[in-house]
């Protein structure tokens, strides 16, 4: 592992290390107090040569599971990256934003073994995709006893807006995200109408709710109804890409990747409609026009922040380790656009977004951030281009 010097332009006279700074953004509190003493940090190469990295996670025995978009499941063991990926994942529909996307460990992995990989399934020989989950176990390099256990009613030939992202709560239930599927671009804009985001005959556009074995928790909100599928659980959302339970409070937090602007943090409420494409904060990509009938309306949650311009927001997690004490509770949230590419730490006091501060400003992709056992903070650097080799990273305190 090698430390780097590709550091943002105003912290370089600081070497490898990065002193946190606060800065100011659009946000749905637009007044915050100062937040609580930054970290100073430095980054460590971890490894180098993926092909769009797009998730982590971390087997008992230290091995860290990583995800490629273009459709494998890699391993990194005592800090190399095996040669082989892993035999007989399933095979995805590696296009656009599509292809292998989470993988996570089960809580009870001890005991049962049992690992997730969320991807974009295909049929139709690739012309089609939507969101699927698959279980299975890990041995020798290869997947067995594989078997998917959901897919989501969001088939279409769009490729994008997969969501995919996994995260299970305290009591053993698994929450996953589904993208709109990028319903309503039409050329020259968006259509906001008919969206099925609004539709719970539709799984686009919505977070589900499922048992670690597929099936649906009998106390999920729509069960029962002939209106509504079960499994979901939240509905109204565009492309959630970061899911992440918080640690001492059990509620579900989500990062939605808005449109041009919009970027949204969300506390994620039993039922709850989050308003895609009603409501919300972004504009058309092409035009700059106005996508959403209004910023706010009753019965529809609004976010805990917001992002204008977009972040191009991605992966979340809560940080409960003791490498940063002072990062202790916070969240972490990715950014992958453009300029505004960053890794965003927010300081969240019981539902109330407090404070925001941006940690490598302009400097990477960040499709994916988690906390390792180790406690130090790891990255997962996607560059644009498909086929472009990326990198892991890790945050690691500077010597004061």
Known sequence: MKATSRLAAPARAAGVIVAAATLAFSTAVL???PGPPGEQFKVVTVAEGLRNPWSMAWLPNGDMLVTERVGTLRIIRDGKLLPEPVAGVPTVRAQG???MQEVAVHPNFAQNGFIYLSYSKPRNNNAEGTTALTRAKLENG???DAREIFEAKAWNDRPGHFGARIAFDRDGYLFMS???RMAGFVQGGFDPNNHPAQDLMSHQGKILRLRDDGT?????PFVGRNDALPEIWSWGHRNPQGLAVHPETNQLWATEHGPQGGDELNLIRKGANYGWPIIGYGVNYTTGTEIHQSRARQ???QPKAFWVPSIGISGLMFYTGDRFPN??????IGGMAGNYRQLVRVTINGETVANREPLLYGQYRIRDVRQGPDGFVYIATDNQFPGQPSNIVRLEPAAR
């Open 97 to 99: 934003q599509g292809g």
């Open 178 to 180: 589904v993208g709109d």
């Open 31 to 33: 007044a915050q107090p």
């Open 216 to 220: 649906v928790p009998p106390d999920n």
């Open 327 to 332: 990062w202790k509770g916070n969240a972490f």
């Open 142 to 144: 290869r997947l067995v």
């Open 299 to 301: 019965g529809m949650e």
